[in-house]
């Protein structure tokens, strides 16, 4: 058990360590940051003597073995644009980026398990293929002209919710929250619909496959040969064992809800850190995007070693079959 | 799960409700003035980055000696008068009973301070007063600048140079502007203590920069701009850019996009202010190297062949450009910078006409009759439609046998190939703060000796030029000055080093509430606005 649980680990370092030298390697042959450091009137010995004093100009393995002893501190150095700490950066932009995908996986949910499960009992009914083809319409759109969209709606023609920012902000210590104003929650509805709408097609979607396969299993019919009432079959058996597959499922894709931000955060401007991203790149800001690259490197890398973790838990059939290999191996 | 059911649909149907009542635009206290454009100010300190937003954001809280009318006059600010006493000194005497934001009086020591801090290596406006020896105070009201050698320009060079408090710098220990070397995020960066018309109430960088108005300041019986807050907020995505300004959450946009203008134009509400900017897009030619690196032409360069260069600008269409391209907002430009610049000629800013069996014979007694191939490096995100004008110029070359091929990318990738001189034929824009022609010849024709000539690429040298421009910078006669300026313009536009396209033109849209003028320089300045 414990080889597996250290293999495992072993696993995700070296993932990391992938992660952590695709980001080193692929910025630094994005763009020249020198040249937008400084104004169009630097003279060429000044571009010379910020490069070396940024290290530039050391050898590239060098320059690894640096970034990463400072990276496992915390530590992505200065923002060639902001000129700040970006560990810094990052934890301004983290509350804004969480609260957007809070809520964005809580409307998932919210509205997509209802949907498959009436769609999942409700097989043939009109609303059921209403819902079924406009999630497919939904899901096909780019997030960008759903939110562009949304804007165009909302904000132009209606004038109900700023098109732009993040409303007015309330600081809760280092941790800033739009979620006890009226502005912050009217500027947080569209990000998080235009955010949310893959993520509630793919939970309807799963919700309904799963509870339509768990209505044909012989439990449910027994259950209902046993004369109980419809709605405990459905919402106490069939229900109860969909969910396990679809929490799973949720888990995993809130690390692609964060990484799905950047194009939201783009469109409504979203002080999150997918803009700080985005930012960075049309700046060759390298240490922003290497930061950010490695943090959501972890995130998946932290979300799929607890899935598989929890699988060991869960499933004793595993940790069976692993004690067996072992016992044959020696 | 039904009790979750329930929840869940009360959760939503409160979410609906609540829609119409928490979007009721909070109402807003005096006159604020929201505006937005692309990107941020880089900093606050207002030495540390010479780039046009952020210069932006300093002439809200900061001022110069000298500043700037609407119509980009120099006027007096900080100074009330300055004149030359002698060949290499200029005496500036200061305006009295200013204050900065903290409540402390402007004196002679903070300009002694600011134009020293100024010159520090850290500074990116140190280019600016390169010609600058010393500063000295001569009395409370009396500053004299002295030089090396002559400089009728300074004043000029001067008015982008930012004054700040030396009491306030020291205790806040800001003596040197903001630094990459140590590494660290200094006060200046975040906070301002300047004697502008605005004080700086937050910065929340990339989220939201606010000023108040400043009610002791000194310009303010001039200028009675009625503005009590300005909020700006970066907005990256263009369409939200639009979309906020149609559905009035903005007042003003900087850059909006071209192919908005008519749209905003025609809303009920909004205006758009039009006027040609300083800055002029021109392609530049490897005319110095004996063989062009992105050229198929082995053993001779066909750029250094003037007939070439000829035949090119006879190609170019620049009218149609113009019009297809830029949807009729470019001036078509004959030299490489624009009206407001002191030396620009109308005379001067004549084309080439355009003619394609004059450039086809000019090509054929250049021994060039079936063309040769080159590559074009452009850039695709600084200027308006930079990419788009690339290729049409490919296609126009094409006619005369030219066959380019286009190498357009971001400015991050596109400005560090020019400066390592990794081009043959490129494009390029370049605007003039001092708004005098020095600017353009020191960096686009003098011979690159590590200060002067950064931005010359051309691999052109003219020991003759040369002299000319070093004479432009030291020449007091303004007769004499002028007619060095006017003799460079001749020998630059003859030689054809560059291929001018055109000044580029600018395009602000705002409320019809705004009332404030556009400035050439794309720089905005909100004490000349008045609200509604």
Redesign the interface.
């Known amino acids: 058990m414990l080889g597996y649980i250290v293999g495992r680990l072993a696993q995700a370092l070296a993932v990391m360590l992938a992660v952590a030298l695709v980001a080193f390697m692929l910025f630094n042959y994005?763009?020249?940051p020198?040249?937008?450091?400084?104004?169009?009137?630097?003279?060429?010995?000044?571009?010379a003597e910020?490069r070396e004093?940024?290290g530039l100009n050391d050898p590239a393995p060098l320059q690894f073995a640096r970034f990463l002893g400072n990276a496992a501190q915390g530590n992505f150095?200065?923002s060639y644009?902001?000129?700040?700490?970006v560990s810094v950066l990052i934890q301004e932009r983290v509350p804004a980026t969480l609260e957007l995908v809070f809520l964005s996986a809580l409307v998932a949910l919210?509205?997509g398990?209802?949907l498959g499960v009436y769609t999942a009992l409700r097989r043939d009914s009109w609303l059921s293929r209403v819902i079924l083809t406009s999630s497919l319409v939904g899901v096909s759109l780019p997030t960008f002209v759903i939110g562009?969209g949304l804007?165009?709606l909302f904000?132009?023609q209606f004038?109900?919710?700023?098109?732009?920012?993040?409303g007015?902000v309330t600081h809760l210590g280092w941790w800033s929250t739009g979620f006890l104003t009226?502005?912050g929650?009217?500027a947080i509805?569209m990000p998080a619909i235009t955010l949310s709408l893959y993520q509630l097609t793919l939970v309807l979607r799963l919700v309904r496959t799963e509870m339509m396969e768990v209505l044909r299993t012989d439990y449910v019919k027994f259950a209902r040969a046993r004369g109980l009432s419809n709605?405990i079959v459905h919402?106490?058996h069939a229900?109860?064992n969909t969910m396990m597959p679809v929490i799973t499922i949720i888990g995993l894709q809130v690390g692609g809800l964060i990484a799905f931000s950047i194009v939201t955060e783009?469109?409504?401007?979203w002080?999150g850190m997918g803009?700080?991203f985005?930012?960075a790149v049309?700046?060759?800001d390298i240490p922003v995007m290497a930061a950010y690259l490695v943090l959501v490197g972890a995130m998946f890398v932290v979300l799929n070693l607890m899935v598989d973790l929890a699988y060991f838990v869960i499933d004793p059939r595993l940790r069976m079959d692993r004690g067996k290999a072992a016992g044959k191996a020696t | 799960m039904a009790k979750f059911r329930i929840k869940a649909a009360l959760l939503a149907g409160a979410l609906t409700l609540a829609l119409p009542l928490i979007a009721a635009p909070a109402l807003a206290q005096g006159k604020v003035l929201r505006w937005a454009s692309q990107g941020d100010y880089l900093t606050m300190d207002p030495h540390s980055q010479n780039e046009g937003l952020t210069r932006t954001g300093s002439f809200q809280t900061y001022e110069g000696l000298v500043g700037y009318s609407a119509d980009l006059k120099f006027v007096p600010a900080l100074a009330t008068s300055w004149k030359a006493v002698n060949d290499t000194t200029w005496e500036f005497k200061l305006r009295q009973g200013v204050k900065f934001h903290d409540g402390s009086d402007f004196t002679a020591d903070d300009v002694v301070f600011s134009v020293k801090r100024a010159q520090h290596p850290n500074s990116d406006f140190k280019t600016y007063i390169a010609s600058v020896k010393d500063v000295k105070k001569i009395d409370a009201q009396t500053v004299h600048v002295e030089t090396n050698g002559a400089n009728p320009i300074l004043p000029n060079q001067i008015a982008n140079i930012f004054m700040m408090s030396k009491a306030w710098a020291e205790k806040n220990n800001v003596v040197n502007p903001q630094s990459y070397k140590d590494k660290e995020e200094t006060f200046a960066v975040r906070n301002t203590n300047g004697t502008g018309p605005f004080v700086l109430k937050t910065r929340e960088q990339d989220v939201r920069t606010v000023v108040a108005k400043n009610p002791t300041w000194w310009g303010l019986k001039d200028n009675p701009h009625n503005i009590d807050e300005i909020v700006y907020t970066p907005v990256t995505t263009p369409a939200t850019r639009v979309a906020a300004l149609l559905s009035g959450q903005l007042d003003f946009v900087l850059d909006v996009p071209v192919q908005d203008v008519e749209r905003v134009k025609r809303s009920a509400g909004l205006q758009v202010k039009k006027t040609n900017e300083i800055r002029t897009i021109f392609l530049g030619l490897d005319v110095g190297s004996p063989e062009l690196k992105y050229g198929d032409v082995k053993g001779k360069n066909p750029f250094a062949d003037k007939r070439v260069r000829q035949a090119m600008y006879h190609a170019i269409d620049m009218n149609a450009i113009a019009q297809k391209v830029m949807r009729g907002d470019a001036v078509v430009a004959g030299m490489i910078t624009s009206p407001g610049v002191h030396g620009y000629e109308k005379a001067l800013d004549k084309r080439l006409p355009y003619d394609l069996n004059k450039a086809k014979a000019l090509m054929k007694d250049a021994g060039y009759a079936n063309g040769f191939g080159i590559k074009l490096d452009c850039s695709n995100d600084r200027y308006v439609n930079d990419e788009g004008i690339c290729q049409a110029v490919v296609g126009m070359l094409a006619q005369i046998g030219i066959k380019v091929d286009l190498a357009a990318q971001s400015k991050t990738l596109h400005f560090p190939k020019l400066q390592k001189k990794d081009t043959s034929f490129y494009l390029v824009g370049w605007g003039v703060p001092t708004f005098d022609s020095h600017y353009v010849f020191s960096y686009m024709a003098q011979t690159p000796d590590g200060k002067n000539g950064s931005w010359n690429f051309t691999n052109y040298s003219n020991p003759k030029l040369d002299g000319m421009i070093n004479g432009m910078l030291s020449e007091l006669d303004p007769a004499k000055r002028d007619k060095l300026i006017h003799d460079a313009w001749t020998i630059l536009n003859d030689e054809i080093i560059y291929l001018p396209l055109h000044h580029q033109v600018l395009n602000w849209a705002m409320s019809e509430k705004l009332d404030m003028p556009i400035i050439a320089d794309n720089v905005p300045r909100f004490h000349f606005a008045k609200m509604k």
């Not at chain 1, 020198?34 to 571009?47: L, S």
């Not at chain 1, 644009?81 to 700490?85: S, Y």
């Not at chain 1, 004038?159 to 993040?166: C, E, I, Q, T, Y």
């Open positions: 994005v763009g020249d020198i040249n937008n450091m400084v104004g169009q009137d630097a003279t060429t010995t000044d571009r910020l004093q940024l150095g200065l644009r902001l000129k700040r700490p919210v509205v398990m209802p562009i804007i165009y904000s132009v004038d109900w919710l700023p098109s732009f920012g993040r007015q009226k502005s929650w009217a509805i709605r919402f106490h229900l109860k783009t469109v409504f401007q002080p803009l700080l985005i930012q049309g700046f060759a």
